[in-house]
């Protein structure tokens, strides 16, 4: 069956989520006079983000408390004290000011460019709702995408097969002509391929993987080998 429908994760696939995370609290350290070293703050916080991340796809955490508990234990782990009013603060302004840094993964435009014309182009993002449409606007990329699913209108995460259901249906597709692009083979790549769907899995890590029933690129760039 004839690809119709592109399926695209929006953070980590397109959105360059983590240069535009570092320039986030990189404003947020500066603001509020958080005198620590940022770079290991950093190296601490990444890891943990990801495991709490973890948590909230598997609705074992509130929204709430992965927004304060990464925050927190991330200051702990470095040894900084800082109250509890502040990291709400943090956590708030982080999600305020995060929409405004725009850097996206080289080669975003020229492959959207690329596609836009042959297919419907579509987001199935497990990110916060209220500001995924403001990221997309932002890094100027709004336009491309005629459906932007996210899991909190769902009701559930990817890789929750009612997300990607729910996915098809409001984009008027079928599963045989649609495929998903992700940076996460849990989240987009197991996620699509459980409902039925193709999938490309964004690997520009370079991660040591094994693809069996999936295709896996290290750029953008490499879609058009098979769009």
């Known amino acids: 069956m004839k690809i119709e429908h592109i399926f695209f994760d929006l953070d980590h696939t397109l959105w360059d989520f983590e240069k535009n995370s570092d320039l986030t609290f990189h404003k947020l350290f500066e603001k509020h006079a958080i005198d620590t070293n940022l770079s290991e703050f950093l190296s601490v916080y990444k890891p943990l983000n990801r495991e709490f991340w973890k948590l909230y796809r598997e609705e074992k955490i509130s929204k709430e408390a992965l927004r304060y508990q990464r925050l927190k234990k991330a200051f702990d782990t470095v040894n900084y004290s800082i109250s509890d009013s502040l990291i709400d603060v943090v956590a708030i302004e ?41 990221k997309m606007q932002s890094s100027n990329i709004h336009h491309y995408f005629d459906k932007i699913i996210t899991s909190e209108s769902v009701g559930v995460k990817k890789p929750n097969p009612k997300v990607f259901e729910h996915a098809i249906q409001v984009a008027n597709a079928r599963i045989e002509n649609s495929i998903m692009i992700g940076d996460s083979i849990e989240a987009d790549i197991e996620g699509a391929l459980q409902v039925g769907m193709q999938a490309i899995h964004c690997n520009f890590e370079g991660e040591e993987i094994e693809p069996t029933n999936f295709k896996s690129i290290t750029s953008l760039l490499e879609i058009k080998q098979y769009l």
């Open 94 to 134: 982080y999600i305020e000011y995060l929409p405004h840094f725009n850097h996206l993964f080289e080669h975003t435009f020229e492959v959207l460019d690329y596609l836009k014309p042959k297919y419907q182009l579509h987001i199935i993002t497990n990110g916060f709702e209220e500001i995924q449409t403001k």
